[in-house]
């Protein structure tokens, strides 16, 4: 069936340079078109950090590398990047054209390996999948070719966490942040790569973890895998990002069962966790009762993450009702049941209907026709702006592109993401009393 | 005078490397780069390293997509419709100002692997007739990438198919992004597809002009001052509908806020159609402002209102910009910009006293389309103040830094996205000229002193960042010279 991009609401997979620009102390080089990093980097904010797209590495191919091909290029930028960028990790990836001319990307990065330099190389041409898809396949190119395999100690309490994709998901290291407090609540020793104060001791810490865990619905899954393949680590796959007391301490029980926690220090922190949290839902209840313009039901247009966690948010937490929901993330699809499988649980035997689809025309088109019997309460992207302004809706902008709203830190995981959540939302709401 | 170059019955373009004889790789002086231009040929230098710049289909599609009403459809993997999120907010945000509603798309057909080896023409041309019977677009941009044209997809030849079906302009544009590292190429490929498919001959003249800008944030004082002058103003490409367009042939002639931007559309309107092209210096700054009148009061025959125009505003703003300027003279500036601002924002800045060091251009154009010097280049020559270095970086920020770090400037004038922040991390004081209309006129003028005059008073953004941040190149690069990484 012909595919049709209508609202593109993702990248290709050179798009995960940004998963290699998201580890301190690492860095893309890019054997590419000139233009193809600053393309990809058109839409997310929190891009001048110590590497940059512009300070990249990149081949820029020309039409010269087209027909003579671009492995002396290649080549000649690896060795002058090793010159003048200071980096502790160089990760070559690939875009189309090289992939198509058939450079000799491993061979060339192989040798520069065998010198010792620190150079891993993934293929990542746009043509073979997104930039969800490229994240996995980064972390596993980094993974495989950067860890050794020989056997290290295990650490005790040391658990590997990995969640939404870097510079994508515009949370991704406020969530990160929040999940590694959650763990560390549990008596567990975090370890991420992503972010201030991480970087590529952490990841040659990965070997030492005793367990990985994955807060995701299907990005990173295949990184994962490869370090149980290759370490022997287990995992704990939780497919649902947690915001609110329900979904969050949902995630800590499991948390606790995988990592071998007793069930009473674990629920000592949920108890506690989960007070602190009604105090503030208790104060701010009336507003949440009373704000008369907020219907109780509501729509999630995004990647598979956020539709699925807002949908168990506000259906457990706050009561409120899910309609038809929809995932423009291309979810590849065997992951697809999983997910689907998860917007069937959700309280009082509640059960969402979800679609799979990248044609953003036809989503609005469906949910104008959603009774929403009340004002539509709609989340998604910067696209969904022009929908709720169509229906008269209430919209929060929660996943990529987000073009008209800054996050820096800020966070929609755990106990407190979900107080973060409702702030927006009702921010929205309250800045509208009028019917 | 018709010029050769422009072809319009391909739906190729020639890239301005062949056309203007552009290159991307130089280091020298301004009186260096003078006289070899005029000799014919500046000698390219090429890179044996670079960091990632821009492409110019990003130029071509950005251009496009500020038509109202219209579809791109963009035979690609995913990655190039990246575009199409900020386009979309862009051109919402845009039409606010018309108070007209934005509908122009970017419509992707995310190609595969598949698709790479058996070709992707069956769905692109499925995903063209549902996008008109979806959107109902007044004109179709099909637009080609690297990998459709390395796979050699015809998409000249569906067009030319579909033209026959369909009742609304169709046009190819072929923007691979490995065909010319000068993506102000991209400029030249949209204007090329407007002439092709929508620009119409001429019926009848207009008292119109045509104004070729980006973001149009000044667009009540052009209305206004085109108005004094008897004229109606056509804005390009930002808010203009398909009809709009198709009369642009019927204009009294056409002026550009860029030499770079406006060439390509200026010189095909004054061959094809016999609108005058108004090719000046760009209006910043005094000498920029009055000599662009003046040439637009030639050509309209409306010298007399102009002087008087000029006469008028001169007693107003002169005497602050020259109040202005003794505060700025002696400061040290370094500038890194596109061609058509470069060497523009040299003499502005010498207007106002400031000492240029280092003039860093991300490509230069040794002529445009009418065979004749970029104005401002031939300016500069002229009556630049000094002769000062000057180099064409194709954007290489690690050798912008290396200029930096060598002549530590007062200031650094960037105009591209991501930019400025590298000087400032280095501890360098940095101006973002961004909006086109930053130094626009006597008021711009008045305004951009006094924000270089602010920039210079407050220091303490790039001295806290400075602080603590850490550059990300080696010591070895800041030794080399800044021409090291360029083959002889």
Redesign the interface.
Known sequence: M??????????????AMRTVQSIPGA?PI?H?????????N??AAG??G??????????????K??VFGGNDKLK??IE??L?????ELFVVLT???SE??GDRIEEISREFQQQGKPVVYVNT????G??ILGHDWVLSGIFDQFLSKEKVAIEKGCVNLFAGPPLYDPYWLGNLRAIEQLLTKLGLKPNTIFGHGRGIANIKKIPAAELNILVSPWAGIQSVQLLHEKFGTPYLHYPVLPIGAFETSKFLRAVAIAAGISTAEAEKVIAASEAEYYYYIERYANTFLELRIMSKRFTVISDAQYSLAVTKFLTNDLGMFPTKQFITDDTPTERRPLIEDEFKKLNYGIEAEVEFS?NG?DIHEQIAKVDFSGIPLIFG???E??LSNRLEGLYVNISY?M??KLVINSSLAGYDGGLKLLEDIYTVGMSRLVL | MKIKSINLSSSNVRTRESRLGSITGYHGDLVDLTQQSRCGHVKNRER???????????CAISQLTRIMDVAVIYH???????????S??IG?QLAVKVAKKYET?????????V??IFGGL??LR??IL??ID??HPKALFIASS??SG??GEDIDGLVSDLKDELDIPIVAIHCE?????I?ASGFDIADHAVLQGIVKPPKEKRQVINFKNFYESHRQEITELFAEFGLETQFLYTNASVEDLSHISESVATVCICGTLGTYLGNALESLYGVPYIRTINPMGVIGYESWLREIGRVINKTDQVEAYIERERAIYLPQITELAKQLTGLRAVIGMGPGYTYEVARVLQELGIEVVWAAAWHYDRQHDNGQPPPAMDFLEKHAVNNFPMSVTD?Q??EVMNILKRHQPDLYFSRH???T??AVKQGVAAVYVADEYMIFGYKGMISFAKTILDTVRNRSFEKNLAAH??M???D??YQQSIDA?LEE
């Open positions: 012909t595919k049709i991009l209508d609202q593109p609401r993702y990248v290709c997979a050179l798009g860095i890019l590419s078109g000139p233009g193809c990093a600053e393309k990809l058109n839409n891009n001048s110590h590497f940059s797209p512009n300070i990249f590495p990149c081949t820029s191919i020309s039409e590398e087209v000649a930028t002058n990047a010159k003048v960028i200071n980096a875009g189309c054209t198509i001319v041409p746009g043509f073979k997104n930039n990248t025309y992207s910067s696209y702006k022009k592109p073009l008209e | 044996c390293f670079s960091q990632s710049s821009t492409c110019l289909s990003s690609t993997p995913a990655g190039c419709t990246a575009v199409a999120p900020g979309t907010v919402e798309v970017i419509i992707g057909s995310d190609m595969n692997e698709d790479t069956t769905s499925e995903i549902k996008t979806t959107y690297c990998v390395v796979i992004g490995f065909k010319s590292r993506w954007q920020n690690f996205p991501g930019s922040v590298w941040t850490a990300p190149y080696t070895w690069w990484l």
